[in-house]
């Protein structure tokens, strides 16, 4: 089982930016992605970002594509998600989730484990 923390949620103003975190223990996988989610009120959860170590590939929902930017540090087994110039829209809570093995990367199916949440609010 793996074990997901999100961390760096908080409220900030319109065009700000903040960093969420994501810390995983447990057991490591070989292959693995790593996703970002969020729920805003009223709404679904939403794709927002995915990297997967062994593919070397990241890609974003077209809501935040050039403001976003997921990375990852093997070393503290954390992977962040940058965010920028953020608007009132993307207040929600962010999830981050893990998948051990292959699947659409935008479905919340296709991950195993999720954190709790950590929110975001962006004030206009």
């Known amino acids: 089982q793996v074990h997901l923390v999100e961390s760096g949620g908080g409220l900030v103003q319109a065009g700000g930016s903040l960093r969420l975190s994501c810390a995983a223990s447990g057991r490591t996988f070989s292959s693995y992605r790593m996703g970002w989610f969020r729920q805003a009120p009223g709404n679904e959860r939403e794709f927002v970002a995915v990297?997967?170590?062994?593919?070397?590939?990241?890609y974003y929902a077209d809501s935040v594509k050039g403001r976003f930017t997921i990375s990852g540090d093997n070393a503290k087994n954390t992977v962040y998600l940058q965010m920028n110039s953020l608007k009132p829209e993307d207040t929600a809570v962010y999830y981050c989730?893990?998948?051990?093995?292959?699947?659409?990367?935008?479905?919340?199916?296709?991950?195993?484990?999720w954190g709790q949440g950590t929110q975001v609010t962006v004030s206009s």
């Open positions: 989730a893990a998948a051990s093995s292959s699947g659409y990367y935008k479905i919340s199916g296709a991950y195993d484990y």
């Open positions: 990297i997967t170590w062994s593919g070397g590939y990241t």
